[in-house]
């Protein structure tokens, strides 16, 4: 069992398939995220491929800061990823709100509705960024890390 | 007694086998992927991807879709890795079983065809829309795609005056192999479910068609599965058209070249070309096809 | 625009046309027969660009259709009545989802609506959730610093 | 036996959130409703309690794709109201800002639209070329998205490397008559994915009143840059472009084309460009009582902002109209009678923009 569970570990960081959820987002990072899977940042070099299905992910990416009507959505989506799961926040707006913050369409930040585990700060944060938050999300995969801040709130 | 045994489950369980088979597959899969990004100027997925991604999947937690009895969910995927690993023990390749009988080129037909079945009715149990909508285009898909692989199998059968393989394999090289080999080409990307022909897991349209539904160790069985397709329809292909020579390494050497020649077809075609719509993927089948199988069945019936 | 689109519209209007801009032409018509003015205006080709509602603060809303016209872009202001309007989706597809969009943030009705489904408004929300003062009066009413 | 699939609000086929709910027949598509205000954020409600400066970054943000257009759109609305003169120099600038985002945006939507028909080859080679553009707009702005380039009365920065800039779209022009073009306009595939698919007559674009590409491929000459010329359209002399056969390959063609033309625009305002200030000496805060209507050509069609100040540095109402508000609704008459495979190709071809229609 040892053998395999090492293997499984490094198969976790080396195999994470993202599923994209665009909770409110300009646009702005989910053109990003399109660039990492052309041929200048390809993606697919560190194993990482874009699901259709959150039942087939590892990571799920969450842009924009979370309307009303796509929170219930963030819920159900992060639930039907199958666990061991990572969740990156890619942009300001999903950990401040950024310049819709105090909107009254707009949640007050993910963290309320599902447990973050990396920050991809920038708007829209670069690329080379967006894939080292996928690369760090699927290390703390391997490390089964995950999750930590939702723990954290459990454990208060 | 208990010798044969052995072998059998040898044959089985190794060479040319699951774990053969399935490193093979990998190899296979990689290499499509790779030549797919190389074509289109990346780098593409490090050489090991399809086997982390199966183990990573393997431990993954699942989740039985609610409705879908979990034998059905979980017994699909098995059966689809079962039923295409027997087709790859029973097969005459070189270092292997061959345990031939009369009708073995039968019974690696249908086989050979139980992992689409196994889609089939994944997608159907999955209750999913997408899922059912991916199951009527594979089950369409296998109607038009049948015609020229089962004709291709039946000339050379039928030159051959029987349907064991290796009587098959012994024919002499003549013009039915190169017409039947055509044919059995034609079928290749559709039985692959790769591009143009990959309607019925079109992602756009339907998501993940009949797996959809489908994740964590049974998703990896499918993938499995689908791998040891790849390499089931180079062996096929290997022992229907590539004459032996008496040399083993020669003639595995062969196998593998069988194969890699079936990916880099289906990768150059995958890489080439749009998706076509399921209609238009029929009529081509029911015209290019049915004429690829009326010339080698005709041919095969003259000579 | 020819004319007698224009005397047409302003007879409806029962106002007289405010030239803007070389291109632009505003009328005042707070009892404008909207239905009316759409009528005449599609039947010289001209096509709906938009509304834009405005909150009064005599709790009625301002309510301005937007016109084009060829290289002509006109623009009728009216005013609800007990935030009620006419709707002119019957009339026009494209005033369909302009209008649910301002039953949504500005709580006017339009009667006879075919659809009057909320288009943007979160359940959570009740219907006039942009019926807040803008500009400096509105920062002085929402007790900000102006 | 009839039954109904739904696409949505999150999918693989959508680069964005909304539903649409596909009624069908066997293959065959009855009839389509489409719900959007997934992405409602209600920019307008916080438009009208910020000032001029802080509202710039916010309608920056109403799309990440066309950003630049609406910050420019909100500028010109402003600045009409003002009475002031733009630059000469701004005016070309903001030409060569507005033409270089419409060639990111149609690229990103052939992009798209390939992958829609499971074309991933020809989504890598557009993705590869609108990195070069990408490369051209950071050169200037200094930013990838969202650019921040306009400002009230003028630009923010200017194009210190004209020549440098004209050798990249050189080469970008290059690029898309070697593969976009011949790929769209002759590859079988292709043509056979898009010929004769969602039709959408001229009396239907009509009735439903779309705007810019769709508009154009059904035969509407309807362009803002045509209509009322803005920026430093009139200057450098715009060709509209327009198709007749009112289908999906009619939409790829006008957007393939207009690239073509984007390039000219910019090659010749990089020539022509005048010297001079880019911006007042002073920053504008302050934008005096009055209100107006402004229109703009989006990538995706005329943008309109109606924006009404009362005087003080708050506007007292910001409203912004986008192409998909009108484009949107008009899937639902190209979708009836067409084959379930084709619905993703069809929604595509509108190039829907939903934080542009939610806001």
């Known amino acids: 069992m040892g053998l395999f569970s090492s293997i499984l570990k490094l198969s976790r960081r080396r195999s994470p398939w993202v599923y994209v959820l665009n909770a409110g987002s300009c646009n702005g990072c989910d053109i990003e995220i399109g660039s990492l899977l052309s041929p200048r940042y390809d993606m697919e070099q560190i194993g990482a491929l874009r699901q259709g299905s959150p039942k087939h992910a590892d990571i799920l990416l969450i842009t924009g800061p979370l309307t009303l009507r796509s929170a219930d959505a963030v819920r159900s989506i992060y639930a039907q990823i199958p666990e061991p799961k990572a969740v990156v926040a890619v942009g300001s707006c999903p950990a401040t709100g950024n310049v819709f913050a105090g909107s009254p369409t707009v949640e007050d930040g993910v963290l309320h509705v599902v447990p973050v585990d990396v920050f991809v700060p920038g708007c829209p944060p670069r690329p080379q960024a967006i894939l080292a938050g996928v690369q760090e999300a699927a290390h ?10 939702h723990k954290e709130k459990h454990h208060e | ?154 000339a050379l059968a039928i030159q051959a005056d029987s349907f064991r393989m290796v009587d098959v394999l012994a024919l002499p090289f003549g013009p039915v192999h190169v017409l039947a080999a055509a044919a ?120 | 625009m020819n004319e007698t689109l224009r005397i047409q519209i302003e007879q409806i209007a029962g106002a007289a046309w405010e030239q803007r801009s070389e291109h632009e032409l505003w009328l005042q018509a707070p009892a404008v027969d909207v239905r009316a003015a759409a009528q005449a205006l599609l039947a010289a080709e001209a096509r709906l660009s938009t509304m834009t509602a405005l909150a009064l603060p005599n709790g009625e809303t301002e309510v301005i259709y937007h016109w084009i016209c060829g290289k002509q872009g006109l623009h009728i202001k009216t005013c609800t009545q007990g935030n009620h309007l006419p709707t002119i989706t019957p009339i026009t597809a494209a005033a369909n989802w302009i209008e649910r969009e301002i039953m949504d943030l500005y709580a006017v009705v339009f009667d006879g609506h075919p659809d009057p489904k909320p288009l943007l408004r979160p359940s959570k929300l009740t219907a006039g959730y942009y019926r807040e003062p803008g500009g400096a009066a509105g920062k002085a009413a929402r007790g900000e610093m102006v | ?185 002759q590859n079988r595939t292709i043509l056979g994915r898009t010929r004769g698919v969602g039709i959408l007559t001229r009396d239907e674009a009509v009735t439903y009143g779309v705007v810019g590409p769709i508009a154009r491929a059904s035969g509407l000459a309807i362009d803002v840059r045509q209509d009322f010329p803005y920026a430093a359209y009139e200057d450098l002399g715009f060709q509209i472009v327009t198709q007749d056969s009112c289908d999906v390959t009619a939409r790829v063609v006008v957007r393939a084309l207009e690239m073509l033309e984007s390039c000219r625009l910019i090659e010749k305002a990089l020539l022509e460009l005048p010297g001079g200030p880019i911006r007042p000496s002073e920053l504008v805060t302050v934008v005096p009582p009055g209100e107006t209507m402004m229109r703009v050509e989006a990538p995706r069609g005329e943008v309109v902002y109606y924006l009404k100040s009362d005087g003080s540095d708050t ?10 508000d009108l484009n949107l609704p008009a899937i639902r008459a190209m979708a009836r009678g067409q084959a379930l495979g084709d619905m993703a190709i069809i929604q595509a071809s509108v190039d829907p923009c939903c934080s542009c229609t939610d806001r």
């Open chain 4, 315 to 324: 506007p007292a109402r910001v409203k912004i109209r986008t192409p998909s």
């Open chain 2, 184 to 303: 059995f080409i034609l079928a290749v990307p559709a039985r692959l479910k790769s591009n143009p022909f990959s309607i019925p897991n079109a992602e756009q349209e339907i998501v993940a068609g009949p797996h959809v539904e489908y994740n964590g160790p049974a998703l990896a069985l499918f993938e499995l599965a689908h791998g040891l397709e790849f390499v089931a329809v180079g062996a096929l292909f290997s022992v229907l058209f590539i004459p032996r020579l008496p040399s083993a390494g020669l003639n595995l050497v062969l196998y593998l070249a069988a194969g890699l020649l079936l990916v880099l077809i289906t990768s150059v075609l995958a890489a080439a070309t749009a998706r076509l719509q399921i209609h238009r993927a029929f009529r081509f089948y029911w015209t290019w096809g049915a004429l690829a199988a009326l010339g080698c069945v005709v041919l095969a019936a003259l000579l």
């Open chain 4, 1 to 185: 036996m009839p039954f109904r699939i739904p696409i949505g609000p999150y999918h693989p086929a959508l680069e964005e959130p909304y539903k649409l709910s596909i009624q069908s027949r066997g293959e065959i598509v009855e009839d389509v409703t489409i719900e959007v205000g997934f992405v409602h954020r209600g920019i307008e409600l916080l438009a009208q309690r910020r000032n001029y400066i802080q509202d710039l970054v916010l309608v920056e943000r109403v799309c990440g794709i066309c950003s630049n257009i609406h910050t420019l759109t909100f500028c010109m609305a402003a600045e009409e109201i003002a009475g002031m003169q733009v630059p000469d120099r701004a005016r070309f600038i903001r030409t060569i800002m507005a033409e270089l985002e419409r060639l990111h945006s149609h690229l990103l939507w052939a992009g798209i639209g390939s992958e829609d028909i499971g074309f991933q080859t020809m989504f890598m080679e557009i993705y590869a070329l609108r990195e070069q553009v990408m490369d051209v707009l950071e050169a200037i702005s200094g930013n990838r998205v969202n650019y921040a380039m306009n400002c009230i009365g003028g630009v923010n920065r200017d194009i210190t490397d004209p020549e440098g800039v004209l050798r990249a779209v050189r080469s970008i022009r290059e690029g898309i008559q070697k593969t976009v073009i011949p790929i769209f306009t």
């Open chain 1, 140 to 149: 703390l995969l391997a490390e089964g890390k995950t999750g930590r801040w």
């Open chain 2, 1 to 154: 007694m208990s010798n044969g045994l052995i072998q059998g489950l040898a044959a089985y369980f190794l060479w040319p086998g699951l774990l053969a088979g399935a490193l093979l597959g990998w190899l296979y899969l990689w290499l499509s992927r790779a030549l797919i990004a190389r074509m289109q100027r990346r780098f593409g997925p490090p050489f090991y991807q399809p086997f982390f991604d199966f183990v990573k999947l393997l431990g993954k937690r699942s989740m039985v879709p609610a409705g879908t009895a979990p034998l059905l969910y979980y017994g699909l995927p098995l059966a689809a890795v079962i039923s295409i690993t027997l087709a790859l023990a029973v097969m005459p390749l070189p270092g292997g079983l061959n345990a031939s009988f009369t009708g073995d080129l039968i019974l690696v037909l249908y086989l050979m065809e139980m992992p689409a079945f196994c889609d089939i009715l994944a997608g159907f149990a999955s209750r999913s829309i997408y899922g059912q909508v991916g199951s009527s285009r594979e089950a369409a898909l296998i109607l038009g795609y049948s015609l020229p692989f089962i004709a291709a199998v039946s």
